[in-house]
């Protein structure tokens, strides 16, 4: 092989490994993803809004084929609840019929209202709804 037609193969490849490594990792849209919702939840409601998540969509997400757990954090800084609900493929999540989501969402809103004592519709309004698909994932070996 002569110097440039070497050199033009040898750049190829270098693109190939450098060029979006991400790009590859991603899943097929048959694989997992992450349900990423926000939430506006003030700090005086906090402890209202886990209540509510651990009377409502906590059991009913534990019954849904394809969940896979679920973490709900905290902005103090935009005062937002974010939760991040993995699902083991965009089908179990996206098959979810509306009817039912549209059910625990009302409960949800229900537990809230009488926990707030509050007569707000929404007492926890959706901010933000999206999805992530997950590239890489670190365990702590030393977690328990």
């Known amino acids: ?13 270098v693109l190939l490994l450098v060029a979006s490594p991400a790009e590859a990792a991603v899943p097929s849209p048959a ?3 992450v349900e990423h919702l926000r939430l506006k ?3 005086a409601r906090r402890e209202a809004w886990l209540e509510a ?3 409502s ?17 905290w902005d103090p800084a935009r005062q937002e609840g974010v939760l991040l609900i993995r699902w083991r493929t965009r089908q ?3 098959t979810i019929p509306q009817g039912e989501i549209d059910a625990v969402q009302e409960r949800f809103d229900g ?8 007569d707000a519709t929404a ?3 959706l901010v933000h709804s999206g999805e992530l698909l997950p590239l890489a994932r670190t365990e702590d070996p030393g977690a328990t």
């Not at 906590?58 to 709900?72: A, D, K, N, Q, T």
């Not at 537990?111 to 509050?118: E, P, Q, T």
């Open 1 to 13: 092989m002569g110097g440039l037609p070497r050199f033009v193969a040898v750049a190829c490849l």
């Open 31 to 33: 694989g997992a993803v």
């Open 41 to 43: 939840v003030p700090a």
């Open 53 to 55: 998540e651990r009377l």
């Open 57 to 73: 969509w906590e059991p009913w997400l534990r019954r849904r084929p394809g969940f896979m757990g679920r973490e709900l954090l």
């Open 92 to 94: 179990d999540w996206k």
């Open 111 to 118: 537990i809230a209202r009488d926990l707030l004592h509050s």
């Open 123 to 125: 007492p926890f309004p």
